[in-house]
């Protein structure tokens, strides 16, 4: 939610200035999608746990309340370790383009 915030100041920053507006809003969408791929790459070793769990406790022959009653497994820190390196390259890239942004836009706001 964070991230939205701020890559809509960016945005608002820079709405007179045609193409770093459309700058901004790509390297925004950007920032979200690859944000996004990020968390969805660190979950998935979680979500392969649960699933597991509730075959486990349907074969076992576990009512349907057992199985809602199942709660998600954490996400393990070592899981973060199967981001692919260029994923965490560009993601700080876009952040810090955000940045960027958000400081072109007060230059060009002022001056």
């Known amino acids: 939610m964070k991230a939205i ?4 100041i960016s945005i608002a920053l820079l709405y007179c200035t045609e193409i770093l507006f459309w700058a901004a809003l ?3 969408l950007a920032h979200l999608i690859f944000n996004y791929m990020k968390a969805y790459i660190v979950a998935i ?5 649960f699933e597991m769990a ?3 406790l349907a074969a076992r022959g576990a009512s349907d309340e057992e199985i809602a009653a199942l ?3 954490p996400v393990e820190p070592e899981d973060e370790l ?3 390196k260029w994923l965490n390259v560009v993601n700080s890239i876009t952040s810090y383009m955000i940045l960027v942004f958000i400081l072109i836009g007060i230059v ?4």
């Open 54 to 56: 509730v075959e486990e």
């Open 108 to 111: 060009t706001r002022i001056f």
């Open 82 to 84: 199967n981001v692919p």
């Open 5 to 8: 915030i701020v890559i809509s």
């Open 26 to 28: 790509i390297n925004g």
């Open 45 to 49: 070793p979680a979500m392969k746990k």
């Open 71 to 73: 709660k998600s497994f």
